[in-house]
């Protein structure tokens, strides 16, 4: 409620004196243009620390007060309860007298005293949560003080300030419609995001009635709890479920935060099945959750002041204690646990927020402001997933199981028919193995001989049907008894499938065939390709080859390929031909220096010149 000071004359002078001092150092003073929206003051404040009794006179009078500049945008000076003063002097851009809102957005302030000095007069307004909300000037969450501003006029400001909380003094001056325009928005989302609360709630009771599992009545305790101190923190609860009554207010943040940790703990061994995996810790979460149930009645008695940092310590005790169960539940392969895994890591992060700015670790802002209230979405949202993937695991199980008993009862002649079919299935498909290994290089996985030499029947029968050219590759791989002798026949074997490897690395065409041919020779078929197509790919096979060393248990293996290539239309007798053709420009390839590649082309070119 605002009160006009009386004026004695001693106030008189110095109200005189500072009215007439003002006209010289206005010029001086900060100068704010409200034109673009709010203007943050607290950059600009100045303040001290005095005893209980210090009056606004003496502060304001008194040379032996020492006045400390604040350059941060942000005033938060941590959990203390000492008596802070504040002041500031300012004036407005404009032309003609303005409606402005002085806003304190820090809704948790016990005791603050504010005076405005202004039009020769000096008003002081007696605010804070420890006194009815009906009394505040403005009906509004936050400290809300209204005046009118004249342009060009120097204001003064001070304010008084004791907490029990965190002295977090953010103060912002509006004009009043920028403002009204602002704080709609606000109260919208506020709105949207309390209106989404209050659909899961009927939500999860809808599921609690139907299902009748006490998970559902823990998680609805949960979040309604959770719901209310969100309400708390941001002055909600304040004004519209207990106006009047200052020592609840002031106390109820406690309790409910141990009402969340209560709930918030029997939802845990409910969801996780803690009961049946690890019965020893569960017992001990049973002494756990009466000895919370026991500092309910402790947060009613204590001052606020004693149980704030060790309820909020205690608090992130119990989230990183969460965590720790859930990524346990998690390696033992329980599904839901990885939701409440993320879950819980949400709640943390909101809380280490909070925790951060209440010890002015972090500034007070909009983002640290409402960071507990994102994590707290954001760890619902997953917990009510996790219950509903809970919910999905049960009734599929049930349906399964109901499936099953009725196929098995119904119909015994089907299963065992099933059973034939699959033992049938099983044959084909061993038949299929059995078929697919028989033209199959056990040791590279690429096709064997007899693979090739089907292929290579079959294809060039085609090939001479519809007139299309067939390339075939022979690659030798160099020096490869040297690898045997040196490092072993298993160290060659491990080489001959990285070669291999390499070699389908290449073959990127459907229906060319890589084959081994024997030994270490391997075998490509190319068909549609010519001599030259044939030639390029071989190429890429060698530099892949040679590029980098096989990496084996015995170390780094450098390797290198020879390669012979012949690419022809085909005729009758062709495949003996081309695969001789190959094999010749190989040892051609092997004879000139190996690590090279020399086609079919080049090798009767030599010939002819020879």
Known sequence: MMNVVKKTPCLFCFMFALAVFSTYVNAGQPKYDLSNGGAGLSRSFSYTVTSEVATFDYVATSKQVKWQPHSKD????????????????????????????FEVSYPLLDDLEVYIEHQGQLFSYQLGDLKPFGSRPIKHRFFLIPFTATPNENIQFYARLKTSSVMIFPVKLWKASDFTERNQVNTLILGAYFGLMALLFVYVCSCAIITRKRVYWYYLGYISSMT???CNLSGLSFQYFWPNSTWWNGQSSIFILYVIVFFGIIFSKSLLNIAQAYPRFNLALRYFVSSVALMWAVSLTLPYEMLLAPSIYFSLACCVLGLVVGYVRVKDGLEVAKFYSVAWGGALFGGLVLVATKISLVPFNWFTEHALMFGISFEILCLSFAIAKSLQIERKEKLQLKD??????????????????????ELEEANIKLMQSAITDALTGVAN????DEFLDVEYARAMRFNYPICVLMIDVDFFKKVNDEYGH???DACLKLVAS?????????????????GEEFCIVLPYAQEHDGAV????????IAAQPMLTNAG??????SIGVAGHQPDSNMPLTQLELADKALYTAKYNGRNQIVTASEMRAIRHIN
């Open 404 to 425: 099953s008993l009725m196929k098995h009862l119904a119909n015994a002649k089907e299963t065992l028919e099933q059973q034939v079919n699959q033992r049938t299935a």
């Open 449 to 452: 001989r007899r693979k090739l």
């Open 74 to 101: 942000n005033l938060n000076l941590g959990i203390t309860d000492k008596v802070y003063w504040f002041r500031h002097s300012f004036s407005l851009h404009g032309s003609q007298k303005q409606s402005v809102i």
């Open 228 to 230: 209310l101190l969100l």
């Open 556 to 561: 780094a293996i450098e390797l290198t390929v």
């Open 490 to 492: 298993q160290v060659g």
């Open 537 to 544: 790919i071989a190429e890429k096979i060698r530099v892949s």
């Open 502 to 518: 390499r070699i389908s690395g290449e073959i990127t065409r459907v229906g060319d065939l890589v084959a081994r041919y024997g």
